[in-house]
């Protein structure tokens, strides 16, 4: 009864306001609110899990229109930043998923803890299926979250000194079950190298050794060179990108990159 009266109130009073005017303004229905709160107040009262659930909604719309934005901004620099490309080390003898000499090449530097870094590692297989012989896509290292994850680094590089599909697979597995790898730590990852086909006796000996040592603190030298400070960070085409953008978002730098090779072709 008490919440009927609140509405007869403000619909009587939006009644008054549409007296003197076609329809009520934004800035009249806000006075409106402004000086019955309580009106708001009865209605969230009356349906609070309504009430939530626009919020929820409208929350999601901002983030998605902020990520738009700032991905806009982002692929324009990134553009930008490919007419001067950066240098980047490149090893065939990398774990890498693709064709070296691709028109796109892709490096990845990520942390195995990185719960965005798995996103990213995701994302990188979907655009290696996607587009075939066409992305070089090469995995490094930054293992800045725990001691675990310059354990895994070292795994994995002890891995490649045997096989380098195998270390991919192994990387890809570990970042499939990073939950298994953040309880087994080590034991865990024992499982997988031995699951992917590595010898284990020859990974504890090459852990220790200078190549795996040298191969990864290379690697982080190269990522703070690229002023890559927190995990993930790429370097597509010589060009800067900090974060797990979405495929999309990689999507359109790739085909953005594609394209231009097409009229420069023809």
Not at 42 to 54: Q, R
Not at 65 to 75: A, F, K, N
Not at 134 to 157: C, G, N, Q, T, W
Request: hydrophobic fraction near 40%.
């Amino acid at each position: 009864m008490k919440l009927r009266r609140f509405f007869i109130g403000v619909l009587s009073i939006i009644a008054g306001l549409a007296l003197v005017a076609c329809s009520p303004s934004s800035s009249q229905l806000k006075k409106v609110m402004q000086d019955n709160p309580d009106i708001l107040y009865a209605a969230i009262e009356a349906n609070p899990k309504g009430f939530f659930d626009v919020i929820q909604k409208a929350q999601g719309k901002a983030r998605e229109s902020q990520m738009e934005d700032q991905m806009s901004g982002e692929l324009k620099r990134v553009t930008e930043e490919m007419k001067s490309p950066k240098s980047v080390e490149l090893d065939n003898s990398r774990a890498s998923i693709g064709r070296s000499g691709a028109p796109i090449t892709i490096v990845s530097w990520a942390d195995f803890n990185c719960g965005h870094c798995s996103q990213a590692a995701e994302t990188m297989e979907k655009i290696a299926d996607t587009y075939k012989d066409k992305v070089y896509i090469v995995f490094k290292h930054l293992p800045i979250l725990s001691e675990d994850s310059r354990m895994a680094a070292e795994y994995m590089e002890a891995i490649a000194l045997q096989d380098k599909d195998r270390a991919w697979r192994f990387h890809s597995e570990v970042f499939e079950k990073q939950s298994e790898f953040r309880q087994g730590k080590e034991d865990f990852l024992k499982k997988i190298a031995k699951s992917v086909g590595a010898d284990l006796g020859k990974i504890k000996k090459d852990i220790k050794g200078d190549a795996v040592k040298k191969r990864i603190d290379a690697d982080v030298a190269e990522a703070r060179k690229f002023e890559f400070n927190g995990t993930p960070g790429f370097m597509i085409n010589g060009a800067s990108v900090h974060g797990a953008y979405p495929y999309d978002f990689f999507k359109k730098v790739i085909d953005s990159v594609l394209a231009g090779d097409s009229s420069a072709k023809k």
